[in-house]
C-alpha cells in the first residue's frame, strides 16, 4: 500500500535575516493559501522567530535552525528547545551539515537535540548527507545509513519527524545530483525508515535540499520518495521560495 504523505517546502535562512526581512515571511504567508499541496515552513535565526511567528499568524510554520539537548542551564549563547517553543516555533532543524562540520555535531549529540525537540512538542527536521570524497569514494549510501540509525530520536513518529536529505556538495553550490541519483538515495532512506520505525517509517516526510530554486524544483520534487524541499538561499526572498513552493500549488 503506497501512503499519501503530505509534502513540506521549508526554508532554511542560516545566518540571514534582519528585522527589515520580516516582508518577506509577511509574503509567504499570504500567499500560503495559494499553496494547497504542501505544509510551508520558513526557519529564520533566532532573533526573528517571534516576529516571524507574529508575522506568518498561523498560515505558515515557523521553526528554528538549532537546540541545545538540555531544557535550560548554565550553556552561554544556546537556545533551547522550549525556548523555540516559547518565541513561537513549531519545528527545529537538528544535524544540519553547517552544524555538523562548523561544530563538530556527532550523529549522538544530534540525536540529544532531536530528543530535545520532541520533548519540547517541536516536530524535529534531521538533516543527513555526504560529502563530495564520500560520494567519489562510493559511501554515499553507507555515510547516510549510519546517520540515519545514529541520529534518529527515540520516540520518532511520521507526525514529529521530517528527515531532510541534503549532499553537502550541493548545499550552496548551484550543484544538485541527478533525479536518478536523489531516487537512489531517497529510495535507501525509505527502506531505512519502514526497518527502523515499525508501522510509522513509510509515511515520515523525506525532503530534499541542496541547490533547489525554481528552475530546477519540479524535476526533483517529481522524483519518487521526495516529499519536499529544504531549501536555503533561494528561501531568502519571497519570490524565489514562492517560485519553489508553487510546485505544490
Ligand atoms: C541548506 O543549507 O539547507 C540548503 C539546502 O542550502 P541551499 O539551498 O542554499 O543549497
Redesign the pocket.
Known sequence: MTTKIRPLAAG?W?MNGLSASIGEIKAIAQAAAQIGGADVLICPPATLIAAATAAASGRIAIGGQDCHAKASGAHTGDISAEQLKDAGATFVIVG?S?RRADHGESDEVVRAKAEAALRAGLTVIVCVGETHLQREAGQTLAVVGGQLSGSLPHGATAKNMVIAY?PVW????GLTPTPADVAEVHGFIRHELVDLMPGEGAAVRILY????KPSNAAELMAVENVNGA?????SLTAKDFLGIASVYK
Open positions: 532554511n542560516k544540519h553547517e541534503e550541493a548545499i550552496g553550490t535540499g541542496g541547490s533547489v529544504l531549501v536555503g538561499g533561494a
